[in-house]
């Protein structure tokens, strides 16, 4: 069941219920903007992953401002994108079980679908699927550039799936997925580059050898927010697929610069907006969001604004505050703002966004793929 919106449009931000999503329109449509601008001279298309924002009225934005489409990582995201308005969606993942295969080639006949493989099993499976809804079905080959999670090595066995993509009736060999998650979180901005590059090569060497057997990659896709300028200045990469930039968080806040700084490229527009329910010590605070407000696989959240005051610990619906400071503005029915230490998995906790510009609520734009696992 769609939770009730948190806020009208017209409402104050003071007004706004908690614990709430918040977006900042100003800094997202900075961030929006900075990304289109920054792929749009590097012969690259950008095509950004939903999965950060789950949102169809997001993702029109970014199209809007020059992105070829999205990325989803699973069925029932691309499906929500599509029902959206979204006619150009590449599931950047595997996708198994012939329920979910029949519901991706059916959308296909739907909008332009793109999906990945690393298993020739896996290929067939999706060549019997597009075949019973009477569709073509493009597919690219994953290979492993040091994620360490799915794909085929690069080099020859990529040219061996490839090859027997290209030999079904029902599937159209699209190219590579490169993407190396564990770089996009590496701290020193010379070791990202590093670790993009070592990819880069990895991909460059894989486009060649498919080339000399008569494969062409339509797609050669790969980045994120910590590195696609890293992939655009590599001359291989053709599709950046960055997710995080719209929102940032405090992960991704941790990251360094060329110059040594905090990486500050893009700016926060995500707060969980929370309510102070009980200052029982001078030295403690407690608001009304814990666990169930935000993920914590990347630490716990930081409160927006104030150096004095930490967030130190949370249960289910709480989350704790430590005041080394006065204390100012943490009195009970205050609120505060939180960064998220990760946007993707605290967005899907929710079922609204609430979108703020100079403290009055503009828009509010459901989550529709909240929860979309399958």
Not at 84 to 94: A, H, K, Q, W, Y
Request: glycine share 12%; with cysteine; aromatic share 6%.
């Amino acid at each position: 069941m769609t939770m009730r919106p948190p806020a009208e449009a017209g409402d104050s931000l003071q007004d706004v219920d908690t614990p709430a999503l918040v977006v900042d329109l100003d800094s997202l449509e900075r961030n929006l903007d900075r990304m289109a601008r920054a792929v749009a001279d590097t012969g690259a298309r950008l095509r950004p992953h939903a999965k950060s924002h789950k949102c169809p009225e997001i993702a029109l934005k970014q199209i809007a401002a020059g992105a070829i489409g999205v990325c989803c990582q699973k069925v029932s995201e691309a499906e929500a994108m599509a029902e959206g308005g979204i006619d150009n969606i590449l599931v950047s993942n595997e996708v198994v079980g012939r329920p979910k295969l029949d519901r991706l080639a059916a959308l296909s006949r739907k909008a332009w679908i793109a999906v990945c493989a690393d298993d020739a099993g896996n290929v067939d499976a999706l060549e019997a699927a597009a075949g019973r809804a009477d569709t073509v079905l493009n597919v690219l080959v994953e290979i492993d550039v040091g994620a360490g999670r799915c794909g085929v090595p690069p080099g020859e066995p990529a040219v061996v799936l490839a090859r027997r993509i290209a030999g079904h009736s029902r599937l159209r060999f699209g190219g590579l997925q490169a993407y190396h998650g564990r770089a996009q979180h590496i701290r020193a901005h010379d070791e990202r580059r590093r670790a993009v590059e070592g990819a880069a090569e990895l991909t460059r060497q894989t486009v060649a050898l498919l080339a000399e057997g008569g494969l062409e990659c339509g797609i050669v896709g790969g980045a994120g927010t910590g590195t696609y300028a890293f992939e655009a200045m590599s001359g291989v990469y053709n599709e950046l697929q960055p997710g995080s930039y719209i929102f940032m968080d405090g992960d991704y806040g941790r990251n360094l610069g060329a110059d040594g700084a905090p990486f500050d490229e893009f700016e926060q527009s995500l707060f969980v907006y929370a309510t102070v329910m009980s200052r029982p010590a001078p030295d403690r605070a407690l608001v009304d969001a814990g666990l169930k407000a935000f993920a914590v696989d990347s630490g716990l959240p930081a409160v927006h604004g104030f150096a004095d005051v930490e967030c130190v610990g949370a249960s289910d619906e709480h989350g704790l505050l430590a005041i080394t400071g006065a204390g100012d503005g943490f009195g009970v029915g205050d609120k505060v703002r939180l960064v998220p230490g990760h946007c993707d998995p605290t967005v899907n906790l929710y079922d609204w966004l609430v979108g703020v510009r100079r403290g009055a609520v503009e828009c509010l734009w459901p989550v529709t793929a909240r929860g979309a696992v399958l």
